[in-house]
T-cell receptor
Framework: EADIYQTPRYLVIGTGKKITLECSQT?????MYWYQQDPGMELHLIHY???????EKGDLSSESTVSRIRTEHFPLTLESARPSHTSQYLC?????????????FGPGTRLTVL | KNQVEQSPQSLIILEGKNCTLQCNYTVSPFSNLRWYKQDTGRGPVSLTI?????NTKSNGRYTATLDADTKQSSLHITASQLSDSASYICVVSDRGSTLGRLYFGRGTQLTVWP
């Protein structure tokens, strides 16, 4: 199993709270990603990073923000959580190998905003 | 439009039986195709990765096939076990960008009954 960790695994909070979802990997991968996944639906890319001090928005518009100060750490922050943010958030990292760019996923954070 | 379609949406089989899951894609230019297994509440775990030149790849009881001409892939599971109950996600990568953009299917939810 890949060495990529996410905390917390589950989070239930009230509307308007600021939250940070943590993601760390110990594989030294340059590329990291955040996905959002609703039940029975496909993963949607919301943020990615090519390396330290590099962050980009993904395909799905998200009110969250990310930072990449260290290679191994890629936290996601919601300044003011809303019920529409309720979802599963998956972090991933990757390294290029030949023609592949295999992504390794963390266990996810299940966020519920009341 | 680049898409990945999976069928069936859900499948129930008895323990010990075989099954085949299907994936059709329209992603172009094609780089590689992966099958992931995602247990409930967990992140996806890679089962196989196939590039354009590969038409079959096995990983234990899992065998994936790829027909790049018809843009179809299948995942065959042999002698199913209760632990095979999970969502199986087909993911196709293009080679039109540095990121190696991934296109996710919605998954096939497999349930194995004793």
């Amino acid at each position: 199993e890949a060495d990529i960790y996410q905390t917390p695994r589950y989070l239930v909070i009230g509307t308007g709270k600021k939250i940070t979802l943590e993601c760390s990997q110990t594989m030294g991968h340059d590329k990291m990603y955040w996905y959002q996944q609703d039940p029975g639906m496909e993963l949607h890319l919301i943020h990615y990073s090519y390396g330290v001090n590099s962050t980009e928005k993904g395909d799905l518009s998200s009110e969250s923000t990310v930072s990449r100060i260290r290679t191994e750490h890629f936290p996601l922050t919601l300044e003011s959580a809303r019920p529409s943010h309720t979802s599963q958030y998956l972090c991933a990292s990757s390294v290029e190998s030949g023609t592949t760019n295999e992504q390794f996923f963390g266990p996810g954070t299940r966020l519920t905003v009341l | 439009k680049n898409q990945v379609e999976q069928s069936p949406q859900s499948l129930i089989i008895l323990e010990g039986k075989n099954c085949t899951l299907q994936c059709n894609y329209t992603v172009s230019p094609f780089s590689n195709l992966r099958w992931y297994k995602q247990d409930t509440g967990r992140g996806p775990v890679s089962l196989t990765i196939m590039t354009f030149s590969e038409n079959t790849k096995s990983n234990g009881r899992y065998t994936a096939t790829l027909d790049a001409d018809t843009k179809q892939s299948s995942l065959h599971i042999t002698a199913s076990q209760l632990s095979d109950s999970a969502s199986y996600i087909c993911v196709v990568s293009d080679r039109g960008s540095t990121l190696g953009r991934l296109y996710f299917g919605r998954g096939t939810q497999l349930t194995v009954w004793p």
